[in-house]
């Protein structure tokens, strides 16, 4: 048992009976649902319609964190719930407040996180009156959540709540939310939370059909250049132990994508990288020469296919392991479909699978690594890199650290550059590609763990896109680093602009944004800022060495460019190395 899951156990041991059979309102019967559920941490943000909620927390053990936007709490919530594994657990009014959470449960629905969205709502005797500050939640997330609930009675709550949890965080996780009228908030019944949860529609398929499996281990047998794409599904499933056992026994290498990145420790042997649009050289030459993809948690996504899916490994036999069936065949139509588990279905494995007859194979895949490595060029001018940043931040902690990206250019940057070794340390939207995500998420995964190094890395774009919660960083002293790539301009935006519009740079310059050193001041946070190497490495030891938060700002090229780059509807074979090509 993990250190974590052991306090929650302690807590829930030493916490009271929770009075069963108490008559209590139906807000208090939420909070006592929560902490049953060994909820430690919710965040969010109050209102008319959920007043009563925040009435009962004043007096709860549970502990709220009050963002400056909901959209903070949301993004903040599901950082939670990547580090650490357990659901995240978001409070918003009805209206404006349960709308500011909608990217974020896009968010999470795409990245398959469990999340348990409560807003509030106008009591039911207003419910399509256009009353002040009402709206069709349950409408508006029907096709972005994994289930949403309308709660109408008081009886209800618990099962709902308790099923809740459940659906979150089965099968393949997602967010789920309840949205909970005033008058069920206030209305008063005796409270009982029940043991189980009994729904006859839902039944994720956990353990695999033994004889894919061993369709597979056959497979494994007969092929000769196989390789494993790994994919957030490893990481959700804990997973990470059974993938390397797998691929050593059977000597495959490992093409981890985006959101499997902290799935496969970076630094292994076997490990190819990145593969698709801005993927390495190796990952994707081994695409277009395998004979066997294992394709574990991961879903094809057109960043990889590049929605060239007819020429997409066209020499490969597939294999698809996936929790959802409803992934399987979606994009591609696999040799052989495995619905499971990651963990259970490679558990289910391992003692069987033979190594592969793969040894050249394996040869050729780190010579094509090593022929074309990620590589940049030094700018003659001896302005700082933003690639030369993020190999810093990798080579100050030896890859141990949580990191959490916006999207755009750095993204990029820190998926090629960081060698992920430690599960869960890397928290970015890699489905809906949401700008503002990577700052609240590293203040979610910091408060999850307060001891361990958490570093937040956006563009200038992005972080001005939910900056306000600097204020989080500042009032509870967390010791998030907050790094900031200043290129001052939305750079991939800009990238694709000179690739693919003629150098027509229409409407993404940053220039004149803010000063973010007295920003950072301004929230009452140490900031630091460098433009050459020599200052990078020096602040950046001095944030290192600081208590508490720290705004970096570097200032970077602003003409660099993500390299290697497969246009968007060209396929894997016309990969555009670098500049200097
Ligand atoms: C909410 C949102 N709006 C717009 C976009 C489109 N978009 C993708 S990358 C990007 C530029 C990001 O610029 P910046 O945050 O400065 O990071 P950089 O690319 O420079 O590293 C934009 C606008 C997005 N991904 N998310």
């Known amino acids: 048992m993990s250190t974590d899951t052991a306090m929650v156990e302690n807590k829930k041991a030493s916490m009271p009976a929770m009075g069963m059979g108490e008559v209590v309102t139906g807000s208090e019967m939420l909070l006592r649902c929560l902490l049953l559920e060994g909820v430690e941490h919710v965040f969010g943000y109050p209102g008319g319609a959920v007043l009563p909620i925040y009435d009962s927390l004043y007096s709860s053990q549970l502990k709220h964190v009050l963002t400056r936007h909901e959209q903070g709490a949301i993004h903040a919530a599901d950082g939670y719930a990547r580090a650490t594994g357990k659901p995240g657990v978001v409070i918003a009014t009805s209206g404006p407040g349960a709308t500011n959470l ?36 349950t409408g508006i997330t029907l096709p972005i959540t994994k289930h949403n609930y309308f709660v109408r009675n008081i009886e209800d709550l618990p099962r709902i709540i308790k099923e809740a949890f459940h659906i979150a965080t089965t099968g393949r996780p997602g967010p789920v939310l309840i ?69 050593e026994k059977t000597n495959i290498p490992v093409i981890t994508t985006l959101m499997g990145l902290a799935g496969f420790p970076g630094t292994h042997e076997l490990c190819i990288g990145m593969p698709g649009m801005h993927g390495c050289y190796a990952a994707n030459q081994a695409l277009l020469n395998t004979d066997l993809l294992i394709n574990i948690g991961a879903r094809f996504d057109d960043r990889i296919t590049m929605g060239r899916t007819k020429e997409f490994a066209q020499n490969a036999k597939i294999v698809h392991i996936d929790i959802d069936p409803a992934e399987i065949g979606k994009n591609i139509n696999p040799y052989i479909p495995i619905v499971g588990d990651a963990k259970t279905v490679l558990a289910t494995a391992i003692p069987k699978v033979q190594r592969a007859d793969s040894d050249e194979w394996v040869a050729q895949v780190k010579a094509w690594n090593q022929e074309q490595p990620y590589r940049y060029s030094k700018s003659p001018e001896g302005r700082l890199k933003p690639q030369r940043v993020v190999e810093m931040i990798y080579e100050t902690t030896a890859g141990n650290a949580i990191v959490t990206t916006d999207v755009g250019q750095h993204q990029m940057w820190v998926a090629q550059y960081y060698k992920f070794s430690a599960v869960r340390s890397f928290l970015s939207s890699g489905g809906l590609g949401t700008m503002g995500f990577g700052f609240p998420a590293a203040i979610g995964a910091q408060f999850a763990y307060p001891d361990r190094l958490v570093i937040s890395v956006s563009g200038d774009g992005g972080f001005q896109m939910n900056l306000q919660e600097l204020a989080i960083a500042a009032a509870h002293n967390l010791p998030v680093k907050i790094v900031i790539l200043n290129n001052n301009c939305l750079g991939m935006v800009r990238q694709w602009q000179e690739l693919f519009y003629d150098n027509r740079y229409s409407h993404i310059d940053l220039t004149e944004s803010v000063d973010f050193v007295k920003l950072a001041e301004a929230y009452g946070i140490k900031g630091l800022r460098a433009s050459t190497e020599e200052q990078a490495e020096n602040v950046w030891r001095e944030a290192l060495n600081t208590n508490g938060p720290v705004l970096v700002e570097f200032k970077v090229e602003p003409g660099e460019n993500v390299f290697p780059m497969v246009a968007a509807g060209n396929t894997l074979d016309q990969m555009v190395l670098g500049d200097e090509e």
């Open 102 to 137: 909608v990217t974020g449960i896009a968010t999470a629905q795409m990245d398959s996180v469990p999340l348990v969205c409560i807003t509030g709502n106008v009591a039911q005797s207003l419910i399509g009156t256009d009353a002040f500050q009402e709206a069709n939640i």
């Open 179 to 247: 949205d909970i009228p005033k008058d069920v908030n206030t209305a008063k019944a005796p409270f009982y939370y029940p043991e189980s949860v009994k729904l006859r529609t839902y039944n994720p398929t956990v353990k695999p059909n033994y004889m894919q499996v061993d369709k597979m281990l056959k497979a494994i047998a007969k092929a000769k250049k196989p390789v494993i794409v790994t994919g957030g599904g490893t990481v959700t499933a804990g997973a990470e132990q059974e993938l390397i056992e797998f691929a």
